[in-house]
């Protein structure tokens, strides 16, 4: 296909579709709020993040913003390579070209978990590398609303149930960007196919030893009780809006009460056993994200053991998070856990 024709196909295909043109619209809506000037576009092969791919080409005809398409190749199946390979071929039809960067770290548990921490690593160096601080993925509606269900099912607390934001912030300097979440898998699979035929289909999906697995099998039961996702969606919603609220409470309660330094972080124990446990539990995570870069909090039950253990007498230090907190006098010490 000439490069001609592919870029015709592509400057067009969003025009022929009415949905297909309102999601086109929404994400153009979306970037230009963003107003960058250049994005790392993370791709799987999968319909979603190749639509990602349709689309974000299809806004660079009309802004010139430039985008860096990256695979990120984990080695945990036996195929994983040629299915890279034909995601590149895919992507080289319409003269675009995928950079495939591969995991060279063994992955033996927690596979989803840590692939997935091990991916945005990889992505995030890129970022740097090419002195860019924005990457995009091709999280939709349907990967809100399961990962609302996966944290609802862990008992998490109203910043988890919130769920995925559009924006935020990855890893020191670089941010994460989500511009499809209002955005149905239907569509996603509707502009994949249109514009490149074809995409990957990942058998880990199907693979039931895993929860989000699990949790996608019960769009069709909830379906039938009379629980549609657009429901859930507005669920989200509410709970974000009340997140924002809780956000402007907690800057304020904690101002003065939480010292933070480049080594350490120093929390004012008389003030934190009067917080209630939600704000209690926003402590701990946000001191640890502070010193360790995390991305994803601890697991709120861990969280709430190590409080518990933090107002016994007898506690002395305990670790969470990759990082020690040590109990002195009235203060709560955080350090990085040395390894």
Known sequence: MSKKNSNVILKNSFKDFDDLSKSYLNFKDKLDTFKKKSYVVAVSGGPDSLALV???KA????????????????NIRKNSTTEAKKVKNLLKKNKLNLIILTNKRKIMNNVQSNARKIRYKILTNFCRKKKITNLITAHNLEDQVETFLI????????????????????????????????????????ISKKIFGNYIRDPSNRNEKYLRTKIRA?????????????????????L??????????FEKITK?????????VLINFNSFKKYEEEIQIRVINNSIKFLKGNYYNSRSRKVINLIKSMSSKSFFKATLGGCIFYKQKDQILLKKEQK
């Open 54 to 56: 349709a689309l974000s």
């Open 218 to 238: 019960l769009k069709k039961p909830l379906l039938k009780s009379g629980i549609n996702y657009d429901q859930i969606i507005k669920s989200i919603n509410n």
């Open 59 to 74: 806004y660079n005809f009309e802004k010139k913003t430039k985008f860096f398409y990256v695979l990120v190749n984990h």
């Open 151 to 190: 944290r609802l099912s862990r008992g998490s607390g109203l910043k988890g149930l919130s769920s995925m934001k559009v924006r935020t912030n990855l890893d020191n300097k670089i941010w994460l960007y989500r511009p499809l979440l209002e955005t149905k898998k239907e569509i996603l699979k509707k």
């Open 240 to 249: 974000a809006s009340s997140q924002i609220v809780l956000d402007k409470y």
């Open 256 to 264: 003065g009460k939480i010292k933070k330094t480049k080594n350490k």
